[in-house]
Nanobody
Framework: QVQLVESGGGLVQAGGSLRLSCAASGRTFSSAAMGWFRQAPGKEREFVAV??????VYADSVKGRFTISRDNAKNTVYLQMNSLKPEDTAVYYC?????????????????WGQGTQVTVSS
């Protein structure tokens, strides 16, 4: 059974940083695309970043502030978030898929974590 478990969320002041982790078990994702999405209250779940091989794609809203990376030996994906803004407040979800294409839409992802809350105070 595939499981994705996020950690690292919390409360931070605007301008601060957090690093989210997503540990996968049940299968190896080293050759597959792994992504981060987020969902704010009352809003749709939106794409944040995706990584596959050495390629990455970011949402315009986080470009230059967030960095996605992975450690294949640990089967873990990270999201380093710097210069956080109140509008980054959301539940952040890790997602995985079987293929390597860098999809930015949630319907292309087969596996999801339970989410971790990130709250940025102004």
């Amino acid at each position: 059974q595939v499981q994705l478990v996020e950690s690292g969320g919390g409360l931070v002041q605007a301008g601060g940083s957090l690093r989210l982790s997503c540990a996968a078990s049940g299968r190896t994702f080293s050759s597959a695309a792994m992504g981060w999405f987020r969902q704010a209250p009352g809003k749709e779940r939106e794409f944040v970043a995706v990584i596959s091989g050495g390629r990455v794609v970011y949402a315009d809203s986080v470009k230059g502030r967030f960095t996605i990376s992975r450690d294949n030996a640990k089967n873990t994906v990270y999201l380093q978030m710097n210069s956080l803004k109140p509008e980054d407040t959301a539940v952040y979800y890790c997602a995985g898929r079987s293929g390597t294409v860098l999809h930015t839409t949630r319907t292309h992802y087969d596996y999801w974590g339970q989410g971790t809350q990130v709250t940025v105070s102004s």
